[in-house]
Structure formats: C-alpha cells, structure tokens
C-alpha cells in the first residue's frame, strides 16, 4: 500500500449514517493500530446541512458507545471522486447519486454499498436513515455500521 488508503462513507445529509460510519471505522482502526494506513472523511448527496455537526441525536447514541462524532457535514464533489479510493454508499439512492457523478469507470467502480459487510443483521442490505426515526432507529444504524465497518476493514487488511 502506497501512502494512506482513502476511505469516504457517503449519505443523504452527512449528519447521520455517514459521519457515524466513519467514526465507528475510525475506532476500529484505531483499536487495530493502523492510523498510518488509512484516512477517512464522509459527505453527503446533499448539501443542505453543509459546516453542521451531526444530528444531536445520533451524537448522543453515539458517545454512549464511546465515539465522539465531530465531523462537519460536507457535500461530495466530483473530485471526492477521484481523490478517494473507496466511496461508500449508505443506501442504493445514495449510491444511485455517486454512479451519476462518475467520470469514469474507475470512480464508478470505487463505489461500494455499506450493505453488503453486514453480516449479523440477515434482514438489512442497507443502512436505514434514521433521521424520521426515534431511538430505536440510531441505536440500529449504529448495530449495523459496528457490524459492517468491522467485515470491511477485515477485508481491506
């Protein structure tokens, strides 16, 4: 591996499932010891949240767990694209938008689905948006994003 491998979870409004993708991986890698090999950053398809931190909500779900989830919410951009190596789509919209924003094969095939790690829960092939949702909803994304984000990293390394 030549330099850190760029990683950037995507989805809707980048206050939600994305930010806490990437805080849940971070710790991962943190546990594993492999900072100097990874980076990570998360946006959305959607810029309407743009310099806002997380949805309180997931925020407090989140550091009950233990990650701190301080990320300020960002749109993808084409060059987000070619820049990173993997782009990872919460849901099949959100990856429906990054396939549309493709120059090329070679970014269309860096997009992947968040879903397809999820090994413990057979029912989702996806990360739900749990902004509509109470409770219930963030403690599941989080369920499901400790379950991916660990698949995935265990196949990366």
Request: proline share 3%; aromatic share 10%.
């Amino acid at each position: 591996m030549k330099g850190k491998y760029k990683i950037l979870f995507v989805c809707l409004g980048n206050i939600c499932r994305s930010p806490a993708a990437q805080g849940v991986m971070q710790r991962l890698i943190d546990e594993r010891g492999l900072n100097e090999r990874f980076y990570l950053d998360s946006a959305g398809t959607y810029g309407g949240h743009a310099g806002e931190l997380p949805d309180r909500r997931m925020r407090v779900h989140a550091q009950r767990r233990g990650y701190e989830l301080t990320h300020r919410s960002r749109r993808v951009t084409g060059r987000d694209l070619e820049d990173f190596d993997l782009i990872v789509a919460m849901d099949a919209s959100n990856r429906y938008n990054l396939q549309e924003m493709a120059a090329t094969v070679d970014e269309s095939r860096k997009i992947i689905m968040m879903g397809d790690y999820i090994r413990h829960y057979p029912h989702y092939d996806y990360i739900p948006d749990p902004y509509y949702e109470g409770a219930e909803g963030f403690e599941l994304v989080l369920n499901l994003l400790e379950d991916a984000c660990a698949a995935l990293l265990d196949e990366l390394v």
